[in-house]
């Protein structure tokens, strides 16, 4: 199939500098404005190329189709823009209609050998400050199948961006239903690295393939990617086995449902999301697919990555880790800079591997033993030892007279404490010594930080508790019990239940069965200990007013 390329370079210029009837024909083939001592800068700037009028099932060859141009900066405006479209092969396609008093068509050809188009080129007509022009494209004719935009900003003489690809392709309605895009599966372990789950797997039955081949007489790596879901699907090269600092290729289901994008990425920490690069000229997108069942795609990009500015690895060279993920999808992209979790846990190589190596692909166990422990110890903390220990204080004075119940209290509290600060240890070292993780999810780790802290807080209180008989004793027990109670005790269990949602998100599926029975018990033990307190909160009030015991304020103040 023939793959063409919609090229499309914006030339912001200055008033003094910028030419004030349009690119000159030497800009046709270069597309890169003639300001010496200057160099264009990395990204997209503040400037777009809306094309939403051609649909998403495709264009109708010899179609015409409005365009617009427009700065998404309310306070940035333009003067000049030079708009083409090509081919892969560098060959002008389709062509262009002035309806517009900013615009002017520009005879251009790209090289000697290549016919001269009237009409293939468009540019401005005067340089007057404008925040959007319309444009209309006429559509190549049948045969073309594949185009793609992509377009360089120039904000003033010194300050440009050029060559911007839009990571939505569009393609010719041939009025046909396309056929899935068979992947090179014949090829894996021979000239193609394969990752496929299940194993062996193929099309639909994929829940995960990656195929990828290195041409070096090309300089390009080809990545082939398929999930049987709409949603998105990644690929990255890692130096290490710990998310962070990776470069990553994206494959992802458009915001129109009907499409796909695909983007070069970055992922710069272990709970930062991925940001798409700033240079995406590196990467040439070959076809894709998207029904109800999966989303395909492949594209090649060149082995040493983009520009300056970018975090793009040299895969020609070097040795990685690859990272395989997927997740669900919404308007916010899992490449627009918005973090999406991963629908289970990234699948990590066992080793490093050359990105030419094309032998079996073996995945490392993920490792959650910590997470367990972590888990463990906060559950026994907060479902067994508190509990035991306020029941102690609050129902058993009467029980174990002489103080007994005091000290049984202080030891069930200080081995509660030991308990909660043993998995406090565990995940700190899990997460590298990172307490709050910016991954978007915090509430987790915020409320552990309160209710770690409330414990802490009682015990000094008790300190200065002062005599049982004294006048603001009620005061201690006021706040001495809201705190146990409600900023460690019941925080404690319902954050128990946060974390098990987060690892249920997190942990492979064959761990998700104990999750679900652990929310389960979660959830029953929390109702069992408030029906517990209610009764015997019930019966003390009870007794004491049938023993009319004269000093009850102390006594239902602990209640609290």
Avoid at 1 to 21: D, G, K
Avoid at 150 to 171: A, E, K, Q
Avoid at 276 to 299: H, K, P, T
Avoid at 404 to 431: E, K, Q, S
Wanted: charged share 20%; net charge negative; proline share 4%.
């Amino acid at each position: 199939m023939q793959v063409f390329v919609f090229v499309v370079l914006l030339t912001l210029a200055s008033r003094v500098f910028s030419r004030p009837n349009g690119a000159p024909p030497e800009a046709c083939s270069t597309l890169v404005p003639q300001h010496p001592n200057n160099v264009p800068r990395e990204g997209r700037g503040s400037f777009e190329l809306d094309t939403s009028s051609i649909p998403s099932v495709g264009y109708d060859p010899g179609n015409a189709y409005r365009l617009t141009l427009r700065s998404t900066d309310v306070n940035v405006t333009f003067r000049g823009f030079i708009l083409q479209a090509r081919t892969t092969e560098n060959n002008l396609v389709g062509s262009f209609e002035v309806v517009s008093s900013k615009t002017r068509l520009q005879e251009c050809q790209l090289s000697g050998e290549d016919p001269v188009s009237p009409a293939g080129t468009i540019t401005h007509s005067n340089r007057d400050d404008v925040s959007s022009v319309d444009l209309l494209w006429i559509a190549p004719p049948a045969g073309t199948l594949t185009v793609q935009f992509i377009y360089s900003v120039v904000s003033n003489y010194s300050l440009y961006w050029v060559l911007i690809r839009d990571t939505r392709p569009l393609f010719e309605n041939t009025g046909a239903v396309r056929e899935i895009p068979e992947l090179h599966y014949f090829e894996c372990g021979t000239k193609r690295a394969c990752y496929r789950d299940p194993y062996n797997c193929r099309d639909a039955t994929c829940k995960y393939a990656a195929l990828w081949k290195v041409d070096e007489e090309a300089g390009v790596i080809e990545v082939e990617m398929l999930h049987n879901r709409r949603g998105w699907i990644a690929l990255g090269f890692s130096d290490d086995d710990l998310m962070g600092d990776d470069d990553v290729f994206v494959c992802q289901s458009h915001v129109d449902g009907n499409s796909v994008i695909v983007k070069d990425t970055y992922n710069g920490g272990r709970y930062e999301p991925n940001m798409g690069e700033a240079d995406q000229s590196d990467i040439v997108f070959m076809e894709w697919a998207n029904y109800d069942s999966l989303i395909l795609c492949r594209f090649r990009r060149t082995l040493s990555g983009g520009g300056n500015g970018t975090f793009d690895k040299d895969l020609s060279t070097g040795m990685y880790y690859n990272f395989f993920a997927l997740g669900e999808s919404d308007s916010n992209s899992a490449i627009s800079g918005v973090g999406q979790i991963h629908a289970d846990v990234p699948k990590i190589t066992a080793d490093r591997r050359s990105p030419a190596d094309v032998s079996k692909v073996e995945i490392k166990r993920p490792n959650t033993a910590l997470l367990k422990a972590h888990g463990a110890l906060m559950m026994f903390t907060w479902y067994f030892l508190a509990p035991c220990g306020i029941f102690l204080a609050f129902f058993y004075k009467e029980a174990f007279p002489n103080g007994l119940w005091f000290y049984g209290h202080i030891a069930v509290m200080i081995t509660t404490i030991v308990f909660m600060l043993a998995g406090l240890i565990v995940i700190l070292v899990h997460a590298d010594g990172k307490w709050i993780q910016t991954d978007g999810n915090q509430f987790h780790q915020v409320i552990g930080i309160i209710t770690i802290a409330a414990p802490g807080l009682n015990a000094i209180l008790g300190i200065f508790k002062g005599n049982p008989d004294g006048n603001y004793r009620w005061l201690f027990n006021l706040v001495h019990g809201t705190n146990g109670f409600v900023l460690a005790l019941f925080l404690g269990m319902i954050n128990i239940i946060l974390g098990l949602f987060r690892f249920n998100i997190w942990t492979e599926m064959e761990n998700r069965h104990l999750v679900r029975k652990s929310l389960y018990l979660c959830g029953s033990s929390i109702g069992f200990i408030s029906m517990i307190l209610f009764i015997f909160n019930v019966y003390r009030l009870l007794y004491h007013k049938r023993m009319q015991q004269s000093a009850c304020n102390g006594h239902y103040l602990q209640i609290f």
